[in-house]
């Protein structure tokens, strides 16, 4: 059964800092996902990571994958508060369904 | 724009009474799936649909059914909703195989449950 494990569950970072999540998975897969969701709304797709050293970038955010370490992260540039939010990475099998790690819940403060 | 499309977005019903959601998409995905997010929780996988063929998850519950009458649409069946299953319910569409790509997600339909 593939496990996906999120840390830190919950981080509380002031404006214009930097941090990373970290996305560990258990069994092989070369194709991982990142995600926002703000409070009760929807999820919002990030990234697509999809080989081995896979690095995409998208303002403040930038995420990579590591798929030898089974790992993934999501560092966070200068921090503002609009990114406050929960951030969920999810890792594909070959069957095709996801399985999602718990969840960051992201607060900047200014 | 394409897009995947959730009725209602906001569903009140009563302990035992049946419920359907209805979630439609435009992006001519051919896989279709139903997740289950309780509060502060992932979103749980119930099963999904590869073209016609359904796919349940092990461990769904037989109260929750499915519906893919079409490409377009896909229902959820709560045969007899508990107070358990008060959550937001997601549809996500993604293209499948060989080149499958990210899912992309409806706005959900909030579910209560009284």
Request: include cysteine; charge should be positive.
């Amino acid at each position: 059964e593939l496990k996906v494990e999120q840390n830190p569950l919950f981080l509380s970072m002031q404006e214009g800092k930097n941090y990373t999540i970290y996305c560990n998975y258990s069994t092989t897969s070369d194709r991982l996902y990142w995600y926002r969701q703000d409070p009760g709304k929807s999820l919002e797709s990030l990234f697509v990571l999809l080989s081995n050293g896979a690095v995409k970038q998208e303002g403040r955010l930038m995420a990579s994958l590591d798929t030898k370490a089974r790992l993934s992260t999501l560092h966070i540039t200068a921090a503002v508060h609009d990114l406050s939010a929960t951030y969920f990475c999810a890792v594909e099998t070959n069957a095709g369904k996801s399985t999602f790690g718990d969840g960051t819940t992201l607060t900047v403060k200014p | 724009d394409a897009m995947v499309i959730q009725n209602p977005r906001y569903q009140v019903t009563q302990f035992g009474k049946p419920v359907t959601l209805s979630c439609s998409q435009t992006l001519n995905h051919n896989v279709m799936y139903w997740y289950q997010q309780k509060s502060s929780q992932a979103p749980k996988l119930l099963f999904h649909y590869y073209d016609k063929d359904f796919n349940n998850e092990a461990d769904t519950p037989d109260n929750f059914q499915s519906r893919r009458p079409n490409t377009s649409f896909c229902f959820l069946d709560i045969r007899s909703p508990g107070l358990g299953d008060a959550a937001m319910y997601l549809c996500a569409t993604s293209r499948g195989a060989p080149r499958r790509a990210e899912q992309y997600f409806g706005p959900g339909t909030r579910l209560t449950v009284t």
